[in-house]
């Protein structure tokens, strides 16, 4: 089937074209189209992104990143459209509901048995991982299977195995989901406080870049010395699954303030070594614990190399298989939207259309 799919749920206008087909253990992709208008220039002044700005913004880009898709004089024939419903900034998801609900209308009169359906932002990352074309270990398949502690794996195409544990890390979540199956999962913690994407922004502005931070930070620390400093490490050795990144942001406040004269490049390096350091050992207790055959990474600070570099080494280690987006799919799109949306259309399930800036996974 063709899905439309719509995506504001922040400060990127996106629209993405997607042929999907297959079941849900064996679900395939085409992208035929992926537009991404991106705002964070209107929103640099401000240091952050601003609800109301950011509303304004995908109402008037929407229509033309649509216009876009169209063959000229055509109307588009599609078999779903799946717009994001939450979690976000509510004046933002607003837009794109408005938005996906109009061309619901006017493409349902020539068919029927259009589909409109409410996407969670979550499963649109989490789900990203079947975007992915290659496992990092390929041998993991043969070796997992005297490890795994629970039996049965479902045999994926692109060759994930279950039981599986998925860590989400963007600029507004981290949380850890332990899933027995492609459509079932536990969230096993999240933060507390601040999310990690978060902490690299806070930590940018602070060093004097502009947002988003996490790429700045990620430039600077290949340059630096990840030792210079000892930032602390929140809540790494709790026994649960959940994160706390409020306190680490305030010590490099403090050190900053103790020490202006410090390198920049230090700064950036021990800080992401400090925050990435708890991410990878809480995922890499929840795999040994769940007895995971693979470890899926997503959202926008999935596209942290050194992050990547760390939960590849944990996976090798471990001998699992290891999965994240490729590079242009793990900050905001509309593709892993349609991704979500055609589970949920397998699943049966629908979502109401109203706003939830909250809305869990
Ligand atoms: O998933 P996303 O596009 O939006 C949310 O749903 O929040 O994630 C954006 C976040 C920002 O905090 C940004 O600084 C972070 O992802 N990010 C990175 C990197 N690229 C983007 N963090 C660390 N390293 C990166 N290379
Ligand atoms: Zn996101």
Known sequence: MKILAIETSCDDTAIALVEASGTTSAPK?????????SQIEVHRPWGGVVPNLAKREHIKNLPKIFDELK????????????????????PALWAGITFAKEIYERLKVENKKLKLIGVNHLEGH????LLSQKTVNSKSKLLITKQTKKPNPIPYPLNPTFPAIALIVSGGHTILLNMQSPIKWKKLGETKDDAVGESFDKVAKMLGFPYPGGPEIQRLAEKGNLNAIRFPRPMIGSKDYNFSYSGLKTSVLYYLRDNPKTKKEDVAASF???????????????????????IFLSGGVAANKELRRKLQ????????????????????????????GY????RKKNRKFIADGNMGI
């Open 71 to 90: 063959v000229k004089g055509e109307n588009l024939k599609v078999d779903a459209v799946c717009v994001t419903v939450g979690p976000g900034l509510e």
């Open 29 to 37: 992709f085409k992208v035929l189209k992926s537009v991404i208008s």
């Open 343 to 346: 589970m949920s259309i397998l």
């Open 272 to 294: 992401q070594e400090a925050a990435l350091d708890v991410l990878v050992k809480k995922t890499e207790r929840a795999a040994r614990e769940y007895g995971a055959r693979s």
């Open 126 to 129: 989490l789900y990203s991982f």
């Open 313 to 340: 080494v944990i996976s090798q280690k471990l001998q699992v298989s290891f999965l994240a987006p490729p590079m242009n799919f793990n900050t905001d799109n509309a593709v892993m939207i349609a991704v979500a």
